[in-house]
């Protein structure tokens, strides 16, 4: 994650890929790219949710038609850690459609992407579909739920080409020939440009930051922490996160460091 100046902004920003893909014309030619083989209906209810907190679990952009749920969660690694946290993500989305059907089989199904910058997995795909196996047997539990690892560095996909154009994108900056792509970089030109979006990103960086330092001095060890995942999971590496830490709470990197580690 970049710090919020005047520098120019990538697609990979979270809160970039978050403005982009508020639109609804991005949205749906995002999930065409990633899944053609999935229609998307009239929406009902569409949002975005740039830069929640770290320790909260809202994915970047969120969105239901007649018959599924549909969300996209962009990060620079899918560690272990965050592999785990797909859970929270789960969870929170379950509960809020679980609350809106009359019964449970009403609920609607459930579409989860994550897309990350490396290889979260090691197999070198580009696409991974994530299902849960059920013991002793050679059948998947069908719950409604399905989960994609998209990794953008991974070897293009032959039958998705929109994702293949979509992916060298996001790691290079260079639009290529596909049409939505273009349209895509267009608009991150567009953001780049406007006064306004920047001064809503520099606002919601320092959000992110004034929310976490709050908090008795007891609890200042947790909430370093928190915000250390939060920079790492938004692109920030190791040394850069500690350095911006130990300028929010007035310490030293090696301070921070061993907080936390």
């Given at each position: 994650?970049?710090?919020?100046?005047d520098e120019?902004?990538p697609?990979?920003d979270n809160?970039?890929?978050d403005?982009?893909?508020?639109?609804?014309?991005?949205f749906r030619?995002?999930?065409?790219?990633?899944l053609?083989?999935?229609?998307v209906?009239?929406?009902?209810?569409?949002a975005?949710?740039?830069?929640?907190?770290?320790?909260?679990?809202?994915?970047?952009?969120y969105?239901?038609?007649?018959?599924?749920?549909?969300?996209?969660?962009l990060?620079?690694?899918i560690?272990?850690?965050?592999?785990?946290?797909?859970?929270?993500?789960?969870?929170?989305?379950d509960?809020?459609?679980?609350?809106k059907?009359?019964r449970?089989?009403?609920m609607?199904?459930?579409?989860?992407?994550?897309?990350?910058?490396?290889d979260?997995?090691?197999?070198?795909?580009?696409?991974y579909?994530?299902?849960?196996?059920?013991?002793?047997?050679?059948?998947?539990?069908?719950d409604?739920?399905y989960?994609?690892?998209?990794n953008a560095?991974g070897?293009?996909t032959p039958?998705r080409?929109?994702?293949?154009?979509?992916?060298?994108?996001l790691?290079?900056g260079?639009p290529?020939?596909?049409?939505?792509?273009?349209?895509?970089?267009?608009?991150?030109?567009?953001l780049?440009?406007?006064?306004?979006w920047r001064?809503?990103?520099?606002?919601?960086?320092?959000y992110?930051?004034?929310e976490?330092?709050k908090?008795?001095?007891?609890?200042r060890?947790?909430?370093?922490?928190?915000?250390?995942?939060?920079f790492?999971?938004?692109g920030?590496?190791?040394a850069?996160?500690?350095?911006?830490?130990?300028g929010v709470?007035g310490?030293?990197?090696?301070?921070?460091?061993t907080?936390?580690?």
């Amino acid at each position: 994650m970049r710090k919020p100046d005047d520098e120019f902004i990538p697609l990979r920003d979270n809160f970039m890929f978050d403005s982009v893909f508020t639109e609804e014309h991005f949205f749906r030619g995002l999930f065409r790219a990633i899944l053609p083989e999935v229609t998307v209906g009239e929406l009902e209810q569409f949002a975005a949710i740039p830069f929640s907190h770290g320790y909260e679990a809202h994915p970047d952009v969120y969105g239901e038609d007649e018959t599924q749920a549909m969300a996209v969660e962009l990060e620079a690694d899918i560690s272990e850690f965050l592999i785990r946290w797909n859970g929270f993500y789960r969870l929170n989305i379950d509960k809020s459609l679980s609350h809106k059907a009359k019964r449970w089989e009403e609920m609607k199904d459930l579409r989860m992407i994550f897309i990350a910058l490396s290889d979260m997995l090691g197999a070198g795909r580009m696409v991974y579909k994530i299902g849960t196996m059920l013991e002793h047997t050679d059948k998947m539990m069908n719950d409604g739920v399905y989960m994609y690892y998209i990794n953008a560095a991974g070897e293009p996909t032959p039958d998705r080409p929109g994702l293949n154009a979509f992916c060298h994108y996001l790691l290079t900056g260079e639009p290529g020939e596909d049409a939505f792509v273009k349209e895509i970089h267009e608009e991150v030109l567009r953001l780049n440009r406007s006064k306004e979006w920047r001064e809503t990103r520099r606002t919601m960086f320092n959000y992110v930051i004034n929310e976490v330092h709050k908090g008795r001095e007891e609890e200042r060890a947790e909430n370093m922490r928190r915000l250390f995942r939060y920079f790492i999971r938004k692109g920030m590496n190791d040394a850069d996160a500690c350095q911006e830490i130990a300028g929010v709470f007035g310490l030293s990197v090696d301070e921070v460091k061993t907080a936390v580690s």
